[in-house]
Structures are given as structure tokens and as C-alpha cells.
Nanobody
Framework: QVQLVESGGGLVQAGASLRLSCAASGRTFSNYDMGWFRQAPGKEREFVAA????????SYADSGKGRFTITRDNAKSMVYLQMNSLRPEDTAVYSC???????????????WGQGTQVTVSS
């Protein structure tokens, strides 16, 4: 198991940027592909972005393409989600997860963080 703690959420206005961070501890971070997910009130959780363990392969949901960037720093056991041009519809709890890339895209993981709230006002 790997323990994951997200941070960086907050209340921002539409058009602003936020950088979410996910700190990992426990098992060797570089052995895991990583993903970001979000869940808005009253909606199902959805995939946002994923990155493979070496940081060479990235995958994004259509909702974030061109606005969101996922990166990782294996030396620091961190994964980040840079979110630009935020919209009210991006409001959600954002969580990170660790696992295999093809499973993360299907929201399958045994390792989830608790999430950080992102609220975008219009």
C-alpha cells in the first residue's frame, strides 16, 4: 500500500489557476503510475489525468485537455495537477490514486487519497 495526501485546493474565480499536489509515502513511489480524479456534488467520480511511473506517458480526460497538466517528481514522491483557465464546472473534490495506468483510466485502484476541494466561482 501507498499512502496519498492531496493539497492545494481552494476557492478561486473562473479563469484562475491552481496547482494540486499529491504526496506519497509507504511503498516505492516510482513503482506506481498515478492518476487524478474528481467528484462533483451529486455526480459520479470521473477520471481527470494519469501519468506513468517514468512520467513519459500522460493521459487526459477531454474536459481537461489543453488546460490541465499532470507531472510527477519521483525524487520527492509527488504528483501534481496544474489547472489553468478554471471553470465553475471544474468544482469538485480532487483525489489522486496510485496503480497501473490502464486500470487508473478505469478508476480502478487500491490506493486513494482523501481528496482536496476545488471550488470555482463564476
Amino acid at each position: 500500500q501507498v499512502q496519498l495526501v492531496e493539497s492545494g485546493g481552494g476557492l478561486v474565480q473562473a479563469g484562475a489557476s491552481l496547482r494540486l499536489s499529491c504526496a506519497a509515502s509507504g511503498r516505492t513511489f516510482s513503482n506506481y503510475d498515478m492518476g487524478w480524479f474528481r467528484q462533483a456534488p451529486g455526480k459520479e467520480r470521473e477520471f481527470v489525468a494519469a501519468i506513468n511511473r517514468r512520467g513519459l506517458t500522460k493521459s487526459y480526460a477531454d474536459s481537461g485537455k489543453g488546460r490541465f497538466t499532470i507531472t510527477r517528481d519521483n525524487a520527492k514522491s509527488m504528483v501534481y495537477l496544474q489547472m489553468n483557465s478554471l471553470r465553475p464546472e471544474d468544482t469538485a473534490v480532487y483525489s489522486c490514486a496510485a496503480g497501473e495506468l490502464f486500470q487508473l483510466r478505469r478508476q480502478v485502484s487500491d490506493n486513494w487519497g482523501q481528496g482536496t476541494q476545488v471550488t470555482v466561482s463564476s
